[in-house]
């Protein structure tokens, strides 16, 4: 069964750090390109960060020197470090493959709230 499972996501102060986990099943994982998005209340759900099946990162200009994107192949696993959160980054945030998405998970929630 082809699933994708987000955890990681929480209540934090502005300036603190998160790291999401996205667990992948049902697929070959390790030849396709992976993404973290997010969708804010009220808001269309936007790209955040991809990552290629060999590594190579690109993030929105938002995100630039704070988000960290990476993949264990051997784990079947994107993650997501957050570091620097300000209170626009909430949202949920959801993982899925970058050019053939497939169904969306549940994502998990970040809230950046003093």
């Known amino acids: 069964q082809v699933q994708l499972v987000e955890s990681g996501g929480g209540l934090v102060q502005p300036g603190g750090s998160l790291r999401l986990s996205c667990a992948a099943s049902?697929?070959?994982?390790?030849?396709?390109?992976m993404a973290w998005y997010r969708q804010a209340p009220g808001k269309q759900r936007e790209l955040v960060a991809t990552?290629?099946?060999?590594?190579?990162?690109n993030y929105v200009d938002s995100v630039k020197g704070r988000f960290t994107i990476s993949r264990d192949n051997a784990k079947n696993t994107v993650y997501l470090r957050m570091n620097s959160l300000k209170p626009e980054d909430t949202a949920v945030y959801y993982c899925n493959r970058r050019y053939t998405e497939l169904n969306w998970g549940q994502g998990t929630q970040v809230t950046v709230s003093s």
């Open positions: 049902g697929f070959i994982f390790n030849i396709y390109a």
């Open positions: 990552i290629t099946n060999n590594g190579v990162t």
